[in-house]
């Protein structure tokens, strides 16, 4: 075993010590392992290379399954190797067998703190108190200083949607690599950006509301409508508003009710009662 700070072997007298009360500082990560094990040992420089690269991020320790099976029962542990990463003395995630380094960096990077992550929630506290500007120019250095944390483009983009600067939104979530750009929270942000480029300038939400109401067939101001619902997260009214403009013309703007709707199941993650509701008046509507 490494004689790093960072590598520990634990037994059922110091478990706890070594693993439950640290889990509430940093991750934990338990390799439940055994010497007749060759799949454990291919496990081994992969995780010596990630805890040294992280430098503290994260502790690893190991348990020798064959010296410690009351803890290998407690843990349900069934094949080896079996890795666990605990975190506010509980397992949050786990992986069985020999995984490639990047498997378990991207694991980790799940849980692992970054220095970025801190200055992402000193921007959360800005824009709470109202700094918008401090809060985006704080993002936009962490982003600079580490480009490969994702969560950073999502708060930033959002921020820059809220801020009117669009272009620089479409910029940013275009670095988003193509395999996170799927995620749904990047989908939804992406949809945020086109409500905001529809929304006609200078005129409210109860302007638009007298327009439509003296003139119901007004599917110009129905849409502005719709699209100011969405900015101010009133789904349920947006949502309507689509609908009755897919019941008067499916062919304004190319299917633009039919759209609008699509692209809020997109922000509400597709899921819960208002998108399945809408989703059977939708499906009514069309069949």
Not at 46 to 62: H, I, P, Q, W
Not at 115 to 144: P, V
Not at 180 to 200: C, N, Q, Y
Request: aromatic share 6%; charged share 30%.
């Amino acid at each position: 075993m490494s004689d790093s700070a960072l590598i520990a072997e634990a037994n059922e007298q110091n478990f706890e010590a070594l693993v439950l009360r640290p889990s509430f500082e940093v991750p934990v990560l338990v390799d439940f392992w055994a010497d007749w094990c060759a799949p454990c040992r291919a496990l081994v420089p992969v995780l010596t290379k990630l805890v040294e690269a992280y430098d503290g991020a994260f502790l690893l320790v190991k348990v020798n399954t064959d010296e410690q099976q009351a803890l290998a029962n407690h843990y349900s542990v069934r094949s080896l190797p079996t890795v666990k990463v605990f975190r506010n003395g509980e397992v949050v995630e786990e992986f069985m067998g020999a995984q490639p380094e990047a498997v378990v960096r991207e694991m980790l990077d799940r849980h692992v703190e970054r220095r970025s992550d801190k200055l992402r929630g000193e921007a959360a506290a800005l824009h709470q108190a109202g700094e918008l500007e401090a809060a985006l120019a704080t993002l936009r250095g962490a982003l600079k200083e580490d480009p490969d944390n994702t969560r950073i483009h999502a708060d930033l983009v959002a921020l820059l949607v809220e801020a009117g600067a669009l272009d620089e939104a479409e910029e940013v979530l275009r670095k988003v690599p193509a395999d996170k750009g799927v995620e749904p929270e990047f989908k939804a942000l992406a949809a945020r950006i086109e409500f905001a480029r529809d929304t006609e300038q200078g005129v409210d939400a109860e302007t638009l509301k007298a327009r439509v109401e003296a003139d119901p067939g007004d599917l110009d101001s129905r849409y502005q409508l719709a699209v100011q619902h969405v900015a101010a997260s009133r789904y349920e009214e947006a949502l309507e508003q689509f609908l009755e403009i897919m019941r008067r013309d499916r062919g304004f703007r190319d299917d633009a009710g039919r759209k609008g709707m699509l692209s809020v199941f997109q922000l509400l993650d597709n899921s819960g009662p208002l998108v399945s509701r809408y989703r059977a008046r939708l499906s009514s509507l069309l069949y």
